[in-house]
């Protein structure tokens, strides 16, 4: 495993999220994804699973939990790992820069990193870094942003520091940092071991690769659902259409409706500001919606990607 | 993702009967936002002279 695989799920996990308009009030991020991975103090899980019986927002964010803990399972598993559901974090040999941003220091080091979590990291580096310093560690297809909690000194000149992670910059076209492996003998480096240059491919991690990093595959079926209930919320929505907007759509987001595009050769708006002056503009002038009165709420049939499957029409003739 | 919704209209012609009537909605996800977005509204004679009166550059800008 990779510490970009655990990045990458976390950072999904995170960015899926819906914005919370009184955020305040739900549980961390890092508290669903610990009772995902059934971690969480009795006291603590009666208070959240209690608040998740009402609120729809972090049910979905507990959804992504879950199957972020599923799919580390997953990998787990592929890789004839034991089962560590109950453990947070995940043991990974990697190598890393870390650069200190925050009291700056301009020779990063390198170091290896040891276990990696959704909200954290340990690295092994040769020299300290004391709590507090804010750095970056370069790993690969992944920058992370994070502050030191922690500096252990180990018995070998060596420190364990732990960071917790503020940001996670992906970079899934950038190139891997197998040349950090050559860097062995310099003055505070850790040597590392060098990594192989054939590669297995592991059909979990093309599928990682592929859905997590790139986004591009075909969503997975709790996805799908979640996509239904957003098309169901949308119809169902009564707000502001400003919220509305920025709720639901994205910043290029079309309306390809006739009526709308004739609107937007009025306004010159586009992407969703575009439907939002469309339908200021239009308010008391004419019906960009017009659909003969039928109702938009209790649909008959909401379908998504791959419902209908490959289901082919077979010929044949019925011989007696 | 597509939905379709189902009405029971009234007939144009006999206001007694009524009949079931389909739209659809479409969009296209991405992110947990809807990107593109394709309906059954079609244009209707007169909706542009509708759109583009005078007073609609007021409203707009």
Redesign the interface.
């Given at each position: 495993m990779k510490t970009w695989h655990v990045l990458a799920m976390a950072q999904r996990a995170r960015?899926?999220r819906?914005p919370a308009i009184h955020w305040t009030v739900h549980p961390p991020e890092e508290d669903l994804q610990q009772l995902a991975l059934a971690k969480t103090p009795p006291e603590d899980r009666l208070r959240i699973e209690s608040h998740l019986a009402h609120c729809q927002e972090c049910q979905r964010s507990f959804e992504e939990a879950g199957i972020f803990a599923d799919r580390l399972q997953e990998l787990l598993r592929s890789q004839g790992k034991q089962d560590q559901r109950t453990s947070v974090r995940y043991k990974v040999r990697e190598s890393a820069i870390v650069a200190q941003c925050n009291p700056p220091d301009f020779v990063p080091a390198i170091g290896q990193v040891m276990d990696v979590s959704a909200t954290g990291l340990r690295i092994r580096l040769t020299r300290a870094i004391y709590r507090g310093t804010q750095v970056q560690v370069l790993v690969e297809k992944a920058a992370v942003f994070g502050t030191i909690r922690y500096c252990r000194a180990n018995s070998r000149d060596t420190y364990d520091v732990g960071l917790i992670i503020d940001q996670i910059v992906m970079r899934p076209g950038g190139p891997p940092i197998e040349s950090l492996d050559a860097a062995t003998g310099r003055d505070g480096f850790v040597k590392l071991q060098p990594r192989k240059t054939a590669k297995t491919v592991d059909p979990v991690d093309v599928l990682l690769i592929a859905s997590v990093v790139f986004?591009q595959a075909r969503p997975d079926a709790s996805q799908?659902e979640?996509?239904?209930q957003?098309?169901?919320d949308?119809?169902s929505y009564q707000g502001d259409p400003a919220i509305k907007a920025a709720r639901?759509?994205?910043d290029?987001?079309?309306?390809?409706?006739?009526?709308f595009l004739?609107?937007n050769e009025?306004?010159h708006a586009s992407g969703r500001d575009a439907w939002l002056?469309a339908g200021?503009?239009?308010?008391?002038?004419?019906n960009?919606?017009?659909?003969?009165?039928?109702?938009?709420?209790?649909?008959?049939?909401?379908?998504?990607?791959g419902d209908l499957g490959d289901r082919r029409v077979q010929r044949g003739a019925i011989r007696s | 993702m597509t939905a379709v919704y189902k009405g029971v209209l009234s007939d144009p012609d006999d206001t007694s009967r009524t009949y079931e009537a389909f739209t659809f909605e479409t969009v296209r996800v991405k992110d947990g936002k809807f990107t593109e977005h394709w309906d059954g509204v079609q244009l209707a004679p007169g909706w542009r002279t509708e759109v583009e009166r005078p007073n609609w550059s007021v409203s707009v800008r």
């Open positions: 960015t899926s819906m986004g799908l979640r996509n239904k957003l098309l169901l949308f119809f639901f759509f994205a290029d987001y079309i309306q390809h409706n006739s009526r004739i609107m009025i306004t002056k200021y503009a239009a308010q008391g002038h004419a960009l919606t017009v659909n003969g009165g039928i109702p938009l709420r209790d649909p008959i049939l909401v379908m998504a990607e | -």
